[in-house]
């Protein structure tokens, strides 16, 4: 079927359709950047809020002084609204929210479990919003009743670590429901298409983060833009569980020899548990810790066999290294394209 594009529908349709996450976000696009471990750090961060989306520094296991650099060194790069990336299981959580609001950072996004308690109240106090994760309707809800001004619904086809239940279905239980608040679709996305689909079922924007990795303005070690431009969606894999007694949360990334290193490394430290050499949470520590480790030489060092290449599945769909820029007008032309043409339909 031809269509005749005349732009100015499609275009005034996505306006309209992601305007609640623009005002959210106090952004040209709704799109964030999802927050990457050893990735989204003051270049990329910075990049993106510049092209129009909103950048989001991954704090990750910083301490407060690295945070607080991090920060400092974003706003010289940039006069946009960005974001910061808080893991609430971090030791030092409240000292981290105390440097994003003495440094008037305007987002807080609180990733890796439940806030903490007062978390929220704390940082709606210190003058800045507060984005929380909800993997399903009913803690949706919850977060929404404690306070926090906005959500991000993550599927499992999202890259890192992973929940279990797919973007699509997580989109159909949660936001027929959610009116309250802004809420972001995130995991798998890599098409503007994608993102206008979201729009329509009520997302008010969404969140990306494998799409961004080949920037140019990424820090990502050029073996790893390689890897990435090479893969499929089918080789963006989640980690496997070896022993129900150390509980492993699914990390996706794109297999490689790390992949079954990282299972021989569970049976080395079961069997050191066993053997007494260490005990339950001292071997549950050992497990969970190395995926960080492997993530940095991939990352930075670009050793792509033994490191992860956390990846989400529309890892297939980047190609090459472009400007953020660019990344960011295919994303928008993608989707006002579609909107465009769906508007034309008999």
Not at 64 to 82: H, V, Y
Not at 107 to 113: P, S, T, Y
């Amino acid at each position: 079927m031809n269509f005749e594009v005349t732009h100015d529908v499609g275009i005034r349709r996505l306006e309209r359709l992601w305007k609640r996450g623009k005002d959210f976000l106090g952004t040209e696009y709704a799109i964030m950047g999802g927050a990457m471990t050893w990735i989204s750090d003051r270049t990329l961060v910075s990049a993106i809020s510049n092209a129009g989306g909103f950048g989001v520094i991954a704090c990750g296991s910083m301490t407060t002084g690295l945070l607080d650099t991090e920060i400092k060194e974003t706003f010289k790069l940039t006069n946009k609204p960005f974001g910061v990336n808080l893991i609430t299981l971090h030791p030092d959580i409240n000292e981290l929210m105390d440097v994003c609001l003495d440094n008037k950072v305007s987002h807080i996004v609180l990733a890796g479990g439940l806030p903490p308690g007062g978390s929220i109240q704390k940082i709606k106090a210190g003058g800045a919003l507060v984005v929380c994760f909800a993997p399903a309707l009913s803690l949706a809800k919850k977060l929404i009743r404690s306070g926090c001004d906005a959500l991000v619904i993550e599927g499992a086809e999202a890259g890192g670590h992973i929940g279990p239940v797919s973007t699509a279905v997580l989109a159909q239980e949660i936001l027929p429901h959610i009116t309250e608040v802004p809420v972001f679709v995130a995991g798998g996305i890599g098409r503007g298409e994608a993102v206008a689909s979201y729009l329509q079922m009520g997302a008010s924007g969404c969140q990306m983060g494998t799409r961004f990795v080949c920037a140019e303005e990424s820090p990502a070690h050029p073996n790893f833009k390689k890897a990435f431009c090479r893969a499929s969606a089918r080789d963006a894999v989640p980690s496997v569980q070896l022993d129900a007694r150390f509980p492993v949360i699914p990390v996706r990334a794109i297999k490689n020899q790390a992949s079954a290193l990282f299972l021989d490394y569970q049976r080395q430290t079961i069997e050191r548990f066993q053997a007494g050499e260490l005990n339950q949470k001292e071997a549950q520590l050992e497990i969970e810790k190395y995926w960080a480790g492997a993530l940095r030489r991939a990352v930075i060092d670009g050793h792509v066999e033994d490191g992860s290449l956390m990846a989400g599945q529309s890892v297939g769909m980047v190609k090459e290294e472009q400007p953020i820029a660019d990344i960011m007008n295919d994303l928008v032309t993608e989707a006002w394209v579609f909107l465009e043409h769906a508007s034309q339909m008999p």
